[in-house]
């Protein structure tokens, strides 16, 4: 069993930026970055390997950035210049194995997720 733990969600003004964490209960090579507004469906964001290797959506290259703590075992999001569309629950995910590119921003790569914490931005 595998233990994700989102925090650093909460609301924040047009531009303004926050910080999101993620721990894992075990080291994970793949994690990843999601989320999900209401109504829609659950996109991938930004992901990172143990390498330092990471991928971005085009909607957030630029401002986003995700980073890897292997010693602690936890992922970090920077969300900067932030929009009213990055409103959305974000999701941590984790896979055990080295991720092709065109795979790393797919849900149904990763098998761990946690349980969201909410980032809504307002104009």
């Known amino acids: 069993q595998v233990l994700l733990v989102e925090s650093g969600g909460g609301s924040v003004q047009t531009g303004g930026s926050l910080r999101l964490s993620c721990t894992a209960s075990?080291?994970?090579?793949?994690m990843g970055w999601f989320r999900q507004a209401p109504g829609k469906e659950r996109e991938g964001v930004a992901a990172?390997?143990?390498?330092?290797?990471?991928t971005y959506a085009d909607s957030v290259k630029g401002r986003f950035t995700v980073s890897q703590d292997n010693g602690k075992k936890t992922l970090y999001l920077h969300m900067n210049s932030s929009k009213p569309e990055d409103t959305a629950m974000y999701y941590c995910?984790?896979?055990?194995?080295?991720?092709?590119?065109?795979?790393?921003?797919?849900?149904?790569?990763?098998?761990?997720w946690g349980q969201g914490t909410q980032v809504t931005v307002s104009s």
């Open positions: 995910a984790a896979a055990f194995r080295p991720l092709s590119v065109e795979n790393r921003l797919l849900v149904a790569t990763y098998h761990y």
């Open positions: 075990t080291y994970a090579y793949s």
């Open positions: 990172c390997d143990s390498t330092g290797r990471t």
